[in-house]
């Protein structure tokens, strides 16, 4: 492959990953239009945004700057274990940190 087909297919990568997350991201805007289970405030949609973006854009520097197969596949697991684990505690204070407001 030439530069400009590999730099051609990173790209549309990305805008797969970033097109999921906010796929992802409207899950709970839509679900607060019709039931009231679900009350997200502006402030969770740009924290939950940021994580999503964020993993999103790591995974992709993971995929694009690391050389091996293996290595990719063990540090973006490492980067989507962090956003879970991150996402928990916000969700539910698993840990009991000050980070998730106990």
Known sequence: MNAKTNSNLGNKRFMFL?????????VPFIAMQFTNE?????????VMG????GTASIIEFILRY?????SRMILS??????????????????????????
């Open 18 to 26: 970033i097109s999921a997350a906010a796929l992802v991201l409207s």
């Open 50 to 53: 940021i994580l999503l973006f």
């Open 77 to 102: 697991g490492i980067a989507f274990i962090v956003f879970l684990l991150i996402w928990a505690e916000l969700a539910v204070g698993i840990f009991g940190t000050p980070f998730a407001g106990n």
């Open 38 to 46: 679900v009350k997200w405030s502006l402030f969770d949609f740009i």
């Open 66 to 70: 690391v050389k091996t197969t293996t």
